[in-house]
């Protein structure tokens, strides 16, 4: 795959040296050769004198690695078998200096563009917009980003379930794996899955997290227009998820379809999609200050990027 912004358009050491050789060269020649008449000498301008200094400093800008953005290899979850052109990995830029001042902007925090915009910026393969990632995927780079940056240590509080209390915990963010792919798509990207009361057979899709977004931001809007107690949000997600129902594609049947689907139905329709979706596997082992282990899923606040110093 082909990487971009690794470094600064810069001549490369070769053609530096190169340079170097033939100043070298050109000392070393005759006065004959140089000057075989004076109109030739008049008409060719004189070779710079090499400057040893100028020479020290290009090459100690080419070879510093303190003056270069590094990056690191991304795997991720989807492992290849979710796009059409079998992307299975991607370059990921450590975070700098100046994508904390990004992260702390008001109007950033408030619009919640932030990671958005910071994918944007740090993704580094060619032709990969994380608008286009699945969201398991850009959870993945998401806590390659955390980690390479404030280290793998996070604070949580959970629930101790024998008696309902809360504690405070830290976790190792090394530790959590991705899920296991158990069934992989068609060649067009779509699963199957038989409904239990209505028994048809659905064909669907995962949404991008562009797409997501998307519908999250419609019910939103959709919920402020008419003040209604909550969103559609997980209905409209569905609809989209659906490419086709007993074979009949058309979206205002399935539309209404969904309406009317028994819960039983919906639910089956869920659970497939969060069964066949890659991702980061959150099931985290929690253990006590009494060494009793548990294990539960664990979440993250909006403290993820802002880990207390």
Same mark, same amino acid.
């Given at each position: ?71 690191? =290899? @991304?795997? !991720? %979850?989807? $492992? ?6 079998? &992307?299975?990995?991607?370059?990921? +830029? ?97 699963? =199957? @899955?038989? !409904? %239990?009361? $209505? ?6 899709? &995962?949404?991008?997290?562009?797409? +997501? ?97």
């Amino acid at each position: 795959m082909s990487i971009e912004g690794q470094k600064p358009q810069k001549e490369s050491i070769s053609e530096v040296l190169k340079k170097y050789k033939e100043m070298r060269n050109d000392d070393t020649l005759s006065n004959e050769s140089k000057f075989s008449s004076n109109v030739i000498s008049d008409s060719i301008p004189k070779p710079k004198a090499f400057n040893q200094e100028e020479f020290e400093r290009t090459m100690s800008r080419e070879t510093d690695p303190d003056l270069m953005t590094s990056y690191e =290899i @991304v795997k !991720l %979850p989807s $492992r290849g078998l979710f796009y059409p052109n079998g &992307l299975s990995e991607v370059a990921v +830029e450590y975070m700098t200096s100046k994508d904390e001042d990004m992260l702390t902007t008001p109007s950033l925090i408030e619009s919640g563009a932030i990671l958005d915009i910071l994918l944007k910026r740090k993704i580094k393969t060619a032709d990969v917009n994380p608008e286009n990632l699945l969201v398991g995927d850009r959870n993945a780079i998401i806590l390659f980003l955390r980690s390479s940056s404030y280290g793998s240590d996070y604070t949580v509080q959970v629930t101790d379930p024998r008696n309902g209390n809360p504690f405070k915990t830290v976790v190792n963010l090394t530790k959590l794996n991705y899920k296991e792919i158990k069934e992989a798509p068609d060649s067009n990207g779509h699963f =199957i @899955v038989e !409904l %239990p009361m $209505r028994k048809k057979v659905v064909l669907f899709k &995962l949404l991008t997290s562009g797409e +997501e977004n998307i519908l999250f931001k419609k019910a939103q809007a959709i919920q402020e227009a008419y003040g209604e107690e909550f969103n559609q949000y997980s209905t409209m997600k569905l609809k989209a998820s659906i490419v086709s129902i007993g074979g009949n594609t058309d979206r205002n049947y399935i539309d209404k379809f969904v309406d009317a689907m028994p819960a039983l139905d919906a639910y089956t329709i869920r659970k497939k999609i969060l069964d066949v979706s890659p991702d980061v596997d959150m099931m985290y082992e929690f253990e006590t200050k009494d060494h009793y282990t548990f294990k539960a899923n664990l979440t993250v606040g909006v403290d993820f990027f802002f880990p207390n110093t």
